[in-house]
Structures are given as structure tokens and as C-alpha cells.
């Protein structure tokens, strides 16, 4: 399966996830997300890339019913404790997101945080990866629904490039993706990831959006903690788009 090193990393990480800087702000988030989707209680919502299940549970306790998917078992695992920790139900599915089926009944659907969009495995190819999630989540929705993504913003590691970087294999600017490593320890010794993400730049993630049956409404500066209705910066980590299953007929 594609993306087995994400799913190894994810596997041994998943218990510290949660103490990640960029994970702190969920409340703030979730509101934004229940503002922005603007569904009644019960509408179906699709997350991609759950993880931990921070957006997900905060969703199911305002009401909706959710489904996760996630690559990682042990990122599903944490998602089970804190679902039951809030008391709410949620469907949790163990799944890769190029290859996820579903019945074409979801309200909407958020792929948050690098869930899946963008982290490239080796078995991967860059430019078509994320095309067949767009297409899947496509696939999972209403006509009309809306989608609220978030992906690293690529005009940061344009800005941030050197020669050097890219003659060392840490930036591959046809794909706009760069190498990253995280180091963490398992039973005592420390262990190194290196992974490879991806960016985009604005009117690449517009495109590939309208090429996969989306409507985009708009881009905003997309980083964790500091999402709104705004323009991006041009060094933020992430970028967010907002669009709608286009209608048929």
C-alpha cells in the first residue's frame, strides 16, 4: 500500500501527537468549521485524514454525524479514546484516502492539518496523489456539499529555497515538495523519519480543485490556531480552500 512509511511513522507517533504545538487550538478551529459549513444537526460529514480525531469529535459533539478515515491504526486508536472520553459516536474507518469508497451521501468534508493531501510516499507519484483524493472525497459527497481543505502553502518553500537545497534532494521544485525528518524515541532510542510533503501554490490548488469537480468559493491563510475569512501570507505553513461539489445536470 502506498504511503506505508506514513502509516509507520503515524503508528509510532500517534500518542504524542496531541502535544504538538499546531494541535492546541482545536476549539477555535472546530467553531470555525461548524460557522463555515452552517449544516443542521445530523448532516453527514466526511474527515479525511482524521487522525487523532480532534476536528471529528469536536464536530460530533455539536451534533453532526461524522466518519474518520485514517491511514494509521494507531492515529485511529487515540481517535477511539477521545471519541469515548466526549461520549459522542463516530464511524472510524482504516483506510488510504487515494482509495476510499463511499455512497455519495455526505453534507460535506474536511481534510485538515495534511490529512493525507500532500504527504507523499515512496510508492506515490506527486502530481496524481493528491488528484485521486479530490476525486474520492468528490465521489463521498452531495452535489452542492461543501469541502474545507487545508494544504501546505508551496509559495513558502519557494521563498525559502536555495541552489543548494535543491541540488541536495531536500526540495524537488517540479513537484514543489520537500523532504522533512522528525526525530522521536521508541523504547528508549531515538528514531528518525524522513517524509516528503508537498506545497501548493493558490492557483495550482484552485485548478486541481475545478479538474476534480469542485466549485472553489475561495483561498485564505489556512495555518493551525490562525484560521479566517483572509488572505494568505506568503510564509504561512498552510493555505485553505473552500469549495462545493459542482452541481450535475
Known sequence: MAQSEWKTFFDAYADRYMQECFTQNTMAEADFLFEELGLPQ?????????????HAVELARRGYRVTGVDLSDGMLHEAERAAR???????????????????????????????AF????????????????????????????????????????????????????????????????????????????????????PSELRLMLTVSGFDVQAIYGGTAGNWGRRAPDLDEMELMAIATRRLTG
Not at 474507518?93 to 490529512?115: S, W, Y
Not at 510516499?121 to 463521498?140: F, V
Open 118 to 201: 500532500g504527504l507523499i510516499g515512496s510508492g506515490d507519484d506527486p502530481h496524481t496523489h493528491d488528484l485521486a483524493i479530490l476525486a474520492r472525497i468528490g465521489e463521498a459527497l452531495k452535489p452542492g456539499a461543501e469541502l474545507i481543505l487545508t494544504a501546505l502553502n508551496g509559495m513558502r518553500k519557494i521563498r525559502a529555497a536555495t541552489p543548494e537545497s535543491i541540488a541536495g534532494g531536500e526540495i524537488d521544485p517540479q513537484a514543489l515538495s520537500e523532504k522533512c525528518s522528525v526525530t522521536y524515541e521508541v523504547a528508549g532510542r531515538p528514531v528518525t523519519f524522513t517524509g516528503v510533503e508537498r506545497g501548493f501554490v
Open 85 to 115: 472520553e466526549a461520549g459522542v459516536e463516530v464511524e472510524w474507518v482504516r483506510g488510504d484516502a487515494t482509495r476510499m469508497h463511499f455512497d455519495g451521501a455526505f453534507d460535506a468534508a474536511i481534510c485538515l492539518c495534511e490529512g
Open 42 to 54: 445530523g448532516s453527514r460529514v466526511l474527515d479525511v485524514g482524521c487522525g487523532t480525531g480532534r
